[in-house]
């Protein structure tokens, strides 16, 4: 269904923080207690993620990933051939322990909270994952719906460790394939079941661009082995990315990259322009990309300038990790400093990442959360009044 949305339209990046039903029925299911993760709990979290979308003024909503461990762990619950180890545990199996340990020290990384999706047999996807979360929303919404799916080059590079993995996948080029074929199936399955707008994760794009080879500046490509030059890696990260949106045309696909989201110390995160990976991101056959620049880690707009015309600009504009509700005038002055390289209608306000990243580690609470939506949506509404008669952007155009 095409149908136009209003101007700057106000968007979740992912995540919200979990309600406490949620949160023990995902300690139950980490621990072994149970297979799946209890519907009714998730269900409960989901519609008070819904409420408080709702009651801020949100206008393409997101289940929250209530029903999430973290937001690429929670392929496990589906997916044969995946075994979650928490950090601590991953450092049995990697192959610099001490790196991986003063790494983790210095980035201030909850070694027991936080766990990471392995590959240590054949990748075979036993049901659908997104789409029961895109279902269930699509039951209790009329606005349009968002998803995250972890992209292609996230999984490849975190889940490839070799002493687990390569009897299955001797290189991660290998499993790069299985990762392209099991997106594709969970991309399709979330579009039937009534999803707008699919958005690829791929936090670790920046860390790619930013290090030099062999050097590692976050803990989710730790364990991983990479190619000669950082250039090479990008181009397998546009060969991912285009390979599982290719041939979707009935929904916006998104690509979100950020530094790093697990910490409220901004000392610890990942900080660089986008300079880098401006030429990589034009060659991505998506319809937005979904940025942060709330903090002066993300460097300066103009990066942006370069990129082409049709390509829209998810803008992250408050700090999911801040205690400050940031002054709706200033975000709306963030965005014009962007409309100088982009039109109206390709202009989305996000936050710069997820308020509930990591389930036993939020980087923010609910009421936080909501105060900072609120102000994104009276950013929109400030920005709306001065180009009042501009048509907005329409949902279900496809893809560029």
Known sequence: ??????????????????????????RDWARGRTDHVDG???????LAALALQDGAGVDIVSDGEQRRDNF???????????????????L????????FERLLQALDV???AIRNPVVDGPLRRRRPLAAEEVRFVRAHTDRPVKVALPGPYLLTRSMWVKALSEEHYPTKESLGDDVVT??????????????DFVQLDEPVLTEVAFAGPHETHSFMCAALSEKASPEEELEFAVELVNRVVEGFGA????????RGNWSQDEGVLLRGAYDPLVPYFARMRVDQLVLEYATERAGSLDALAELPAELEIGLGVCDPRSAEVEDPAEMAGRVRELMVHRKPEKVFLNPDCGFGTFAERPVNTSELAAAKLAGLHAAAELLRAEHAGHPGPVLGAGRR
């Open 251 to 258: 929904v916006r696909t998104g690509l979100h990259v950020c």
């Open 92 to 99: 049995n199996w990697v192959e610099d322990k001490a790196a």
């Open 1 to 26: 269904m095409n149908r136009e949305l209003p101007l700057f339209p106000v968007s979740v990046v992912g995540s919200l923080p979990r309600g406490a039903g949620a949160q023990r029925a995902l």
């Open 40 to 46: 009714q709990a998730g269900d409960h979290a989901v």
């Open 182 to 195: 099991l997106l594709r199936a969970e991309l399709s399955d979330a579009i039937d079941a009534g999803a």
């Open 72 to 90: 690429y762990s929670f392929l496990a619950e589906g997916v044969d051939g995946i075994r979650l180890l928490a950090l601590s545990e991953l």
């Open 110 to 112: 909850p070694a027991f």
